[in-house]
């Protein structure tokens, strides 16, 4: 028979939360290029505090990139290792402020205090604030979000054009060494008009996602931003946390209901900060996390973008470390009771997911199947998935499909590289239009034209 191969277009992304540069670069060449990921989301790559404490990241001292993640040569490399793997690189910016702590040395030698930063700032390139301590604590007042601190972090005065040039030379080094992106940390915290001048001055043409996190009552909203570039839909990983428990899953087709355009949405289930605070699912709801990451992939709304992590109890640990450097990851065995410390490699499970969203592609979703907790649909001609978030229960429905005849394997569970055998699970045959889909709890099988096993 005639295999219809379709040309895959890249979509999905992954958050290598804390991964080191050359282990990026290694997860590049041998998972992610292969698995037709779109883009990694690394974490900040400038010099940071020092300390064991993952959020040292989030504290600049200077804009060296010299790093707990690696050196600048490393970064470098890695850039062009996930290039030649066909990966786009989005770098984690981190400029609303400086540090937050008294003074000290940076891991790479910078001395600094609170308000000095060699080279870079001193006191009258930060803002003023005379709320206690300097901090924000009324999210109601938008200059108070934007002028004051947040958590004691030195903040900039980003609308300034000194301040801007600045950070405008600091992106423009990492796009010299092939970045195409950034995450805009903390963007919510900069005036919108801040944002999108500097955005304005970059070299190139980068990717921006911007950092803003709805909430409905607050004067700051994503579509302040969507001039600049694209936002994190934050929204949406709220609401997979409520409907994956309540098993309402067909309502994973709802939830671009009221949130930015699609193009515009970088969709997740989980980040480093909610997997902390508990407003989304994360690798300690199992199967449930999983699931919720099968309707995040399953449904067309978005940019997905998965996570990986490592497993913690307090929410301060660092991720393992040895000399102030975050040592090579090597992926823990999967479980659902993984020790504090080990790297869980999230997206491994979802690579072949990866595979299915870049070929269903733009496809629309066709009629929807649901029974109890189950769903299952069509992506136009190209893929189907159902989704089992039953609990105990077996679902085997036999769907109408528009996919053509063919023995198909299940993209929901392949080993992520090297796969020898990608038909473990055994063959799905569709046959005039009809196939038989059994899915056991809390799993989900997935075809596409592209996984065929004849
Ligand atoms: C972000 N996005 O807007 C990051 O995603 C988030 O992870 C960052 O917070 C935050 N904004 C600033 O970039 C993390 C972490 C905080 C930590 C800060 C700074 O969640 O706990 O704050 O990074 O490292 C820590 C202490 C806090 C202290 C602060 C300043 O937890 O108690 O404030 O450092 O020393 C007095
Ligand atoms: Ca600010």
């Given amino acids: 028979p005639s295999i219809l191969s379709v040309e895959p277009e890249r979509q999905v992304g992954v958050q290598l939360f804390q991964w080191n540069w050359p282990s990026v670069g290694r997860e590049c060449t041998e998972v992610l290029g292969p698995n037709q990921f779109a883009f990694v989301l690394l974490s900040p790559a400038q010099e940071h505090i020092v300390?064991?404490?993952?959020?040292?990241?989030?504290?600049?001292?200077?804009?060296?990139?010299?790093?707990?993640?690696?050196?600048?040569?490393?970064?470098?490399?890695?850039?062009?290792?996930?290039?030649?793997?066909?990966?786009?690189?989005?770098?984690?910016?981190?400029?609303?402020?400086?540090?937050?702590?008294?003074?000290?040395?940076?891991?790479?030698?910078?001395?600094?205090?609170?308000?000095?930063?060699?080279?870079?700032?001193?006191?009258?390139?930060?803002?003023?604030?005379d709320t206690p301590g300097g901090d924000i604590v009324n999210y109601v007042d938008q200059q108070e979000v934007q002028e004051c601190e947040l958590s004691n972090l030195a903040d900039l005065r980003t609308g300034e054009p000194e301040v801007q040039s600045t950070i405008v030379s600091y992106l423009d080094d990492l796009t010299s060494l092939g970045v195409d992106g950034f995450r805009i940390d903390a963007a919510k915290h900069m005036h919108h008009r801040d944002v999108q001048e500097i955005v304005d001055q970059l070299s190139g043409d980068p990717i921006i996602i911007s950092e803003v996190i709805r909430a409905s009552s607050e004067p700051i909203q994503p579509e302040d931003y969507l001039e600049i570039g694209s936002v994190f839909a934050f929204q949406v990983a709220k609401d997979l946390a409520g409907l994956v428990p309540g098993g309402a899953l067909h309502r994973a087709?709802?939830?671009?209901?009221?949130?930015?355009?699609?193009?515009?949405?970088?969709?997740?289930?989980?980040?480093?900060?909610?997997?902390?605070?508990?407003?989304?699912?994360?690798?300690?709801?199992?199967?449930?996390?999983?699931?919720?990451?099968?309707?995040?992939?399953?449904?067309?709304?978005?940019?997905?973008?998965?996570?990986?992590?490592?497993?913690?109890?307090?929410?301060?640990?660092g991720a393992p470390q040895t000399d102030g450097g975050v040592d090579d990851v090597e992926c823990a065995t999967p479980s659902d009771d993984p020790a504090p410390g080990d790297w869980l490699c999230q997206h491994r499970t979802d690579a072949g997911m990866a595979e299915w969203v870049a070929v269903v592609g733009d496809e629309p979703i066709g009629d929807l199947w649901r029974e109890g907790y189950a769903i299952g649909f069509d992506r136009g001609d190209r893929g189907l998935i159902v989704i089992n978030g039953n609990s105990t229960l077996d679902v085997s429905?036999?769907?109408?499909?528009?996919?053509?005849?063919?023995?198909?394997?299940?993209?929901?569970?392949?080993?992520?590289?090297?796969?020898?055998?990608?038909?473990?699970?055994?063959?799905?045959?569709?046959?005039?239009?009809?196939?038989?889909?059994?899915?056991?709890?809390?799993?989900?099988?997935?075809?596409?034209?592209?996984?065929?096993?004849?």
Wanted: glycine share 8%; charged share 20%.
């Fill in 397 to 454: 429905p036999e769907l109408t499909t528009s996919l053509p005849d063919g023995a198909y394997c299940n993209a929901a569970d392949l080993p992520p590289s090297g796969a020898e055998d990608r038909c473990a699970d055994g063959e799905f045959i569709v046959a005039d239009g009809k196939v038989t889909v059994p899915v056991s709890p809390m799993s989900a099988v997935a075809l596409h034209v592209n996984l065929r096993s004849a």
């Fill in 253 to 317: 087709l709802d939830l671009k209901d009221g949130q930015v355009p699609s193009e515009q949405a970088y969709t997740f289930v989980t980040n480093h900060d909610t997997e902390r605070n508990r407003q989304t699912l994360s690798y300690k709801d199992a199967d449930k996390y999983r699931v919720a990451n099968y309707l995040l992939l399953a449904q067309p709304y978005g940019t997905p973008v998965l996570y990986s992590g490592y497993a913690f109890t307090d929410r301060d640990e």
């Fill in 51 to 129: 300390g064991e404490q993952w959020w040292t990241s989030y504290q600049p001292v200077s804009y060296q990139l010299e790093s707990k993640l690696g050196t600048r040569d490393e970064f470098e490399e890695m850039v062009s290792t996930c290039h030649e793997a066909g990966v786009k690189v989005i770098a984690d910016a981190v400029i609303n402020h400086m540090a937050g702590i008294d003074g000290g040395t940076g891991v790479a030698g910078t001395e600094f205090t609170h308000y000095e930063y060699p080279g870079l700032y001193g006191p009258d390139d930060f803002h003023t604030c």
